[in-house]
């Protein structure tokens, strides 16, 4: 590759990435808007499993119903702010849920779950508590276990579509395998990462998540133009571009529908 073709390839990508920089940064801000203050996830919640919250407001008991959302054999009960106007939750905190009572509603009956009020965080912005449903106990936080498995399975299952976009375009050159499992390992290992975090946000609001997966494609489309010389520009170029629409769309269904 000429110094010249370098030199148009570093100026791509770094006015494709300017140009992302306002979007992501209104849709960042956005994202935190909607996050919940508490999230409680359970693992294989009865289908019935409901969640209630009663904060104690000038002497009246006011409930307040958690919002259930399944994905796959998790099920994660979220309790909003901006839906719970009569308790005025203001950062989530242990001032917050001082006087709160949680009941786990399911088969008929109503069992009362200690909140454990010293786990809550000062002034922060989202807790996370595993619930068991075996004895409807809470651990604060998420297991590391958990996350490092979720982790390599969503780089598993996107790392596999862009090998296989890869064989499809007829590529057999052991340096152009290299090239894109490397670029990939660290493409969609930091897009991984990045969804592992998503877990508290509201998934409708994927502008963020979008933009990234753009900034991928700006940064492959010269990469694989420089080193992809297998096939020629034209194809190595299109390739990025359709690799990145599979490894999008695998990405987009995690975001939706995987536990995260």
């Not at 965080?121 to 619930?131: A, C, G, I, S």
Request: charged share 20%.
């Amino acid at each position: 590759m000429t110094d010249r073709k370098k030199r148009r390839a570093a100026f791509l990508i770094v006015l494709l990435l300017i140009l992302t920089i306002p979007v992501s940064a209104e849709a960042a801000s956005r994202g935190v808007y909607y996050r919940p203050a508490l999230t409680f996830v359970a693992r294989n919640a009865p289908s019935d499993m409901i969640l209630r919250m009663d904060f104690q407001r000038n002497g009246e008991t006011i409930p307040v119903y958690l919002h259930r959302e399944d994905r796959l054999w998790e099920s994660y009960f979220r309790f909003y702010r901006q839906t719970a106007q009569d308790v005025r939750p203001l950062y989530g905190n242990r001032a917050d849920f001082r006087d709160v009572t949680l009941y786990v509603i399911t088969g008929g009956q109503r069992i009362q779950v200690p909140l454990p009020e010293d786990s809550l965080e000062k002034m922060t912005m989202d807790d996370f508590f595993m619930l068991d449903t075996s004895d409807y106990s809470l651990r604060f936080g998420l297991p590391l276990g958990r996350a490092v498995l979720l982790f390599f399975l969503r780089l598993a299952i996107t790392l596999s579509a862009a090998l296989l976009v890869l064989y499809l375009f007829q590529y057999r050159w052991r340096k152009s395998w290299l090239v894109v499992l490397i670029t990939n390992l660290v493409c969609q290992g930091g897009l991984s990462l990045f969804v592992s975090n998503w877990i508290n946000f509201n998934p409708k609001l994927i502008a963020v998540h979008i933009m990234v997966m753009l900034a991928v494609l700006i940064i492959q489309i010269p990469l694989f133009w420089w080193l992809l010389d297998e096939n020629g520009s034209y194809e190595s170029v299109s390739y990025a571009v359709w690799s990145n629409v599979a490894t999008g769309i695998l990405n987009s269904i995690i975001l939706i529908n995987f536990p995260l």
